[in-house]
């Protein structure tokens, strides 16, 4: 069929929105209610977004075939759905009052909302906006409806596939200090993409012009661990039977990226801050040092804020290399970004098997190669390995898949999705656990790095006093809820607690550690810590 055309606009979607807000005298940038793609046959679709300007302003929004007008975000001009199966008759999205959507397909439309057929209406909370609702249309393409800041410019790319607001967060936090010749502390769980953030902030610098040398520290045994990052000269040691280049002076004139720097030995621990404070080195068994010209990222997943509480990372070398630190959200705070990062891999594994023209369009009424449910799937998942668990499972699928006319998981796939998952209907806020009254706090908080003393401590409270947790939820770096944690005057530490405190606690408690923290109020862990070193001898817990 004849493609649709569209003038682009003088103005971005972002511009124009902002006008008429402010035209209605509403200043502020959002987030407003949008349609982003998860699924559609034409799989080059997929994350194109549509702000849906009408319903912000209280008017009623229309979806069909032919509106609104879809794009990639940051970019202007759009195009309709266009899919010949759709239907050209509307969806109508209206506010019914402040607290309530109704979602009304007209008669003949098919339409799923969060998976179940609707006949007639669908009448939906405003705070389901917040968590995302799918909307399915005729089987063939998935939308998520919901709500995003509005932003009139985009940080640049940096290789890093999505535009969640969450990966949007670090790609900003890429370009600002990506220049700037400071060490870099990148943190996150496995499997994130931490060596990717490495590698953009290299390209990002004045050093981009060297290749950046990267090493893996919890893959170097111990004994070789010094020789490895700062070299040797012949007769060093047995077996140094020649002079031998470490990685600092490989990569003199450009950047060492430490992958997994919190398995670094305690020895190389204290040779790699007297580099990082001086910029010189001492290859094992020279007399002199040796300057170098190295800029350092590290990455880890290592809780070293506990691991240095436990003796077993210095506290001072994390603070030198937390020059700035960048924190990689787990896939599950950006699932939107999932169905982008599922066809780029796509892309990459069937270019391998030389079947790269399964991505193109289908032709009319050709069945659909890649079904949308089982994207739908990929999308409910939590994804505990994030990235490089998702890649493995693009994977299976495509090899498993060879040569069939649609796309089916296979006996491991169906194993994985089948997994127990963290209520994937809540993630899209990232607070999938917090009870209401943590809710309630943040919400009345002073934002993340002005939270206010009742918010930490309920999001504590919430996670048993486990700093991790309560990370998680609040949507911020341990780094950032250790800092905060140390500026609250109503947040304990198990170390600053007095002994005498201790021994009474104990004995009111049984030695019971559950009951113990919970009426200091402190983690768990860090009270054995304390208790064991003052030789307190903590029972079993009851519990």
């Not at 502020?28 to 982003?36: A, E, F, N, Q, V």
């Not at 089987?139 to 410019?153: F, M, N, T």
């Not at 700062?230 to 031998?244: D, E, M, P």
């Not at 048993?464 to 947040?491: F, H, N, Q």
Request: aromatic residues 4%.
């Amino acid at each position: 069929m004849p493609s649709e055309r569209q003038d682009p606009p003088s103005l971005s979607q972002a511009e124009t929105l902002v006008g008429e807000h402010q035209a209605s005298g509403i200043h502020d940038k959002g987030p407003y209610p949008c349609l982003t793609v998860l699924y559609h046959p034409d799989m080059t679709r997929v994350g194109e977004r549509a702000i849906l300007g009408g319903l912000a302003l209280r008017k009623p929004a229309i979806l069909s075939r032919l509106q609104p007008k879809f794009a990639p975000p940051g970019e202007v001009a759009g195009r309709s759905l266009r899919d010949p199966f759709l239907s050209r008759r509307p969806v109508h999205i209206s506010y019914v009052d402040e607290d309530q959507i109704e979602i009304a397909p007209e008669a003949g439309v098919a339409l799923e909302v969060d998976e179940q057929p609707i006949d007639g209406a669908a009448v939906v909370s405003v705070t389901a906006l917040e968590r995302g609702l799918y909307l399915t249309l005729a089987h063939r393409v998935v939308l998520l409806l919901h709500l995003v800041p509005l932003r009139s410019q985009y940080p640049p790319a940096w290789n890093l596939v999505g535009d969640s607001e969450a990966i949007l967060g670090v790609r900003e936090q890429i370009t600002r200090v990506g220049d700037v010749d400071v060490t870099v502390l990148i943190r996150g769980e496995t499997g994130v993409g931490k060596e990717r953030v490495a590698q953009a902030l290299h390209s990002a610098s004045r050093r981009r012009e060297r290749e950046l040398v990267a090493v893996n520290m919890a893959t170097i045994p111990a004994g070789t661990a010094a020789s490895e990052l700062f070299g040797h000269l012949r007769g060093a040691f047995t077996n140094a039977t020649a002079n031998h280049r470490g990685l600092f002076e490989r990569a003199n004139g450009s950047t060492l990226f430490l992958d997994e720097v919190g398995e670094a030995p305690p020895q190389v621990q204290t040779m790699l801050l007297r580099t990082l404070a001086e910029g010189i080195i001492r290859p094992l068994g020279a007399h002199r040092d040796q300057p170098v010209d190295v800029r350092v990222l590290a990455a880890t997943d290592t809780d070293l804020e506990q691991a240095g509480e436990e003796g077993g990372f210095r506290s001072a070398l994390k603070y030198r290399l937390a020059g700035y630190e960048i924190y990689v959200p787990p896939l599950r705070a950006r699932r939107e970004d999932i169905p982008r990062l599922a066809v780029h891999f796509l892309a990459q594994e069937l270019a391998q098997l030389g079947e790269a023209d399964r991505m193109c369009p289908p032709e009319t009424r050709r069945k659909l190669w890649f079904p949308p449910e089982l994207m739908l799937r990929l999308v409910q998942h939590d994804w505990p390995g994030n990235v490089r668990q998702l890649r493995n499972t693009v994977r299976q699928l495509v090899i498993s898949g060879r040569g069939a006319d649609t796309l089916r998981a296979d006996a491991a796939v169906e194993r994985l999705l089948a997994e127990p998952t963290v209520s994937a209907r809540r993630t899209w806020a990232k607070r999938n656990w917090l009870d209401d009254t943590v809710e309630e706090a943040r919400a009345e908080g002073l934002g993340t790095h002005g939270l206010s003393e009742e918010t930490l401590l309920a999001a504590l409270r919430a996670a048993e006093w486990m700093p991790s947790k309560a990370a998680e939820a609040l949507g911020i770096p341990r780094a950032t809820l250790y800092d905060l944690m140390e500026r609250t005057p109503g947040v304990r530490k198990a170390g600053d607690i007095p002994r005498e405190e201790l021994e009474r606690c104990y004995r009111d408690c049984d030695g019971d550690l559950d009951a113990m923290m919970e009426q200091l109020q402190v983690s768990k862990r860090s009270l054995q810590l304390r208790l064991r070193r003052l030789g307190i001898r903590a029972a079993a817990t009851k519990r």
